[in-house]
């Protein structure tokens, strides 16, 4: 068997004759993901508290529980790069109950501004981040970690998005295909 978090080892496995497209380099990935996390803090910003907390359709999601996701994804990327292992139960971790959206906003800010002080040393250091670390799913190559966590929070930055658009507001200044260009993202926003 092998844990789909890897497209290229889901290809591997099963001896598919198809290749992904090339993932984009290092630099252009942190810019994707800083320009992300940006774009849910300001999202989050948008719900009212009422909002932030209904389950939205008939997912085990709110707004602010997405939200949430998408800066602790990139901060568990960033404990990997730093070498703390990335443990899958990591990603069960939701918002203190009390917490506001300027509360889960200001945590993705917070987060974003670690990520660019690490990649403003890293980028000095080791721009192509040619390292190997550990992960639930192996250890792997940083670069796939990088693009994984960029792609996963892009992802759920667009449903955030969709969130947004079902109450009936205009997302401020929305994500559009240009911006997530190059990451494998999937075309459905949230399957049906």
């Known amino acids: 068997y092998t844990l789909c978090q890897s497209f290229n080892d889901v290809i591997k496995f099963l001896d598919l ?3 992904l497209m090339d993932p984009l380099p290092p630099a252009q990935l942190v810019a994707k993901l800083d320009m992300v996390l940006e774009a849910a803090a300001r999202y989050t910003r948008q719900f009212t508290e009422t909002q932030l907390r209904e389950v939205f359709r008939n997912r085990n999601r709110t707004p602010g529980g997405t939200a949430f996701h998408v800066f602790r994804v990139a901060e568990m990327g960033l404990q990997a790069a730093q ?3 990335l443990k899958f139960e990591g990603f069960n971790v939701v918002p203190l109950e009390h917490w506001t959206a300027g509360d889960i906003a200001g945590l993705g800010l917070q987060v974003r501004d670690r990520i660019r002080a690490w990649w403003k040393d890293q980028e000095q250091k080791d721009p192509a981040v040619d390292f190997t670390v550990p992960t639930y799913y192996g250890q792997r190559p940083m670069h796939d970690v990088l693009e994984r966590t960029t792609w996963h929070a892009a992802q759920h930055t667009r449903q955030v998005m969709l969130m947004l658009e079902s109450h009936g507001t205009a997302p401020d ?9 190059g990451l494998p993202v999937p075309d459905e926003v949230w399957d049906r």
């Open 17 to 19: 004759k198809t290749k």
């Open 173 to 181: 200044r929305p994500l559009t295909a240009a911006d997530l260009a």
């Open 83 to 85: 070498g703390t292992e």
